[in-house]
């Protein structure tokens, strides 16, 4: 990547006039065009706006959050920007006493005394919240849950099932961890939405007491209401926006990660294999195979095993309109996989694909690595690492 001299950059950013209600402070990174680009949008963008009308809102947007996400223009465009001396802050201890719906969550979910109701709404409040800037969001703590996510789930899916391809452990750490995954367990731990404070065109909804909103998700959704089979979407740019289930995902990211701050990673690993790993995944239906049996002959010759050959075990109404074989396919005197089939070809296929996962979901007793955070003293025996997956 090619860099910018100061100089270059300097007369780039120097605009002819700007209004100083849409003056805006932002971190430049020299090296980076890309950065640069995005400021002179945000710039061109102020420039624009500021012969605009102002938009009456009461819910305004600081320069903290424009330097950290990189929306400045957008937030611009909308009139949020206002100077927040203080930045934003936690939710008042006494309105967390009286939400209900925050102690009835802390409550279903079995938190610890140790955990914070601050930290709690915290998590609950996205980036894209209409409170995002009074209060603080849970950016920082949906970071810390997903890399907690995808380690204990990872660590779990690799030792359990150390033949995996690659492409397999990622859907099924996908299919463990995806933000339709989370959005279900959501809803299973009683999350609810709060009603958005802003409309699309700029005015306010209903005020509702702030004991009501902080113990249920707040985000910015696209979809501002239903009528029928009318839907009415927000048209404001997507990055002041966030869809429901990615709203979900990041709540519940964000509470994970409280748990792991509060009460330590043994907690943090019990937490998700109670609520994360608990849910049931059938694995062996992410598998697609195109050529198997070209596959388990190249598996059989790695290994140094015979080469497969396909044997009829048995058969039935060969000569009516619904045969059934039964193929098992052998190397040397080991049977590798047996299965049925209204043809000796189609029963010959699935007796191949059934060897294959045979073999690529072995899961032997592995004790997982991180056992070792709870008791350093263990005697700890090394994982079961497989030569990989088959290259054709």
């Excluded at 465009?77 to 930045?87: A, E």
């Excluded at 731990?189 to 009501?212: F, M, N, V, Y």
């Excluded at 995902?249 to 608990?278: E, M, N, Q, T």
């Excluded at 191949?352 to 350093?376: C, D, F, G, Q, V």
């Amino acid at each position: 990547m090619s860099t910018w001299s100061r100089a270059s950059i300097g007369r780039i950013l120097r605009p002819p006039t700007v209004s100083s209600r849409h003056s805006i402070t932002v971190k430049l990174c020299v090296g980076s065009q890309s950065n640069v680009r995005e400021i002179v949008r945000g710039i061109a963008t102020s420039q624009r706006v500021a012969q605009e009308p102002e938009t009456p809102l009461s819910v305004f947007k600081s320069t903290s959050d424009l330097e950290v996400f990189g929306q400045a223009s957008g937030f611009q465009k909308l009139g949020y920007i206002k100077d927040l001396p203080n930045g934003p802050r936690n939710y008042d201890l006494e309105v967390l006493e009286q939400s209900s719906a925050l102690l009835a969550l802390r409550a279903r979910l079995n938190l610890s005394p140790a955990y914070d109701l601050s930290t709690l709404a915290c998590a609950l409040t996205c980036r894209t919240a209409d409170l995002a800037d009074t209060y603080v969001s849970n950016v920082p703590l949906s970071l810390l849950g997903n890399s907690l996510l995808h380690y204990y789930v990872s660590e779990y899916v690799m030792c359990t099932f150390p033949r995996l391809p690659i492409a397999i452990i990622e859907s099924a750490v996908q299919g463990y961890i995806g933000s339709n995954t989370l959005t279900h367990v959501g809803r299973g731990w009683g999350i609810e939405t709060a009603p958005r404070l802003i409309k699309s065109d700029g005015t306010l909804q209903e005020q509702l007491p702030l004991e009501e909103l902080v113990g249920k998700l707040k985000f910015r959704n696209p979809v501002m209401a239903k009528v029928g089979t009318l839907t009415e979407y927000d048209t404001r740019s997507t990055r002041l926006l966030q869809g429901y289930s990615s709203a979900m995902g990041s709540a519940v990211r964000a509470i994970i990660a409280g748990v792991y701050l509060h009460s330590g990673s043994r907690a943090a690993k019990k937490f998700i294999a109670d609520h994360i790993l608990s849910r049931k995944l059938d694995i062996s239906k992410l598998f697609a195979f195109d050529t198997p049996n070209r596959e388990l002959a190249r598996l059989c010759a790695r290994e140094g095993l015979a080469p497969p050959i396909s044997r009829m075990i048995a058969e039935t109404g060969r000569t009516s309109s619904a045969p059934v074989y039964i193929v098992g396919i052998y190397s040397g005197s080991n049977l590798l996989g047996s299965a049925e089939g209204q043809s000796i070809r189609e029963a010959e296929i699935r007796a191949a694909i059934r060897s294959l996962k045979a073999w690529y979901l072995y899961s032997p007793k592995n004790m997982l690595p991180s056992i070792t955070e709870e008791n350093p003293d263990i005697q700890f025996q090394p994982c079961f690492i497989d030569r990989g997956e088959i290259i054709i």
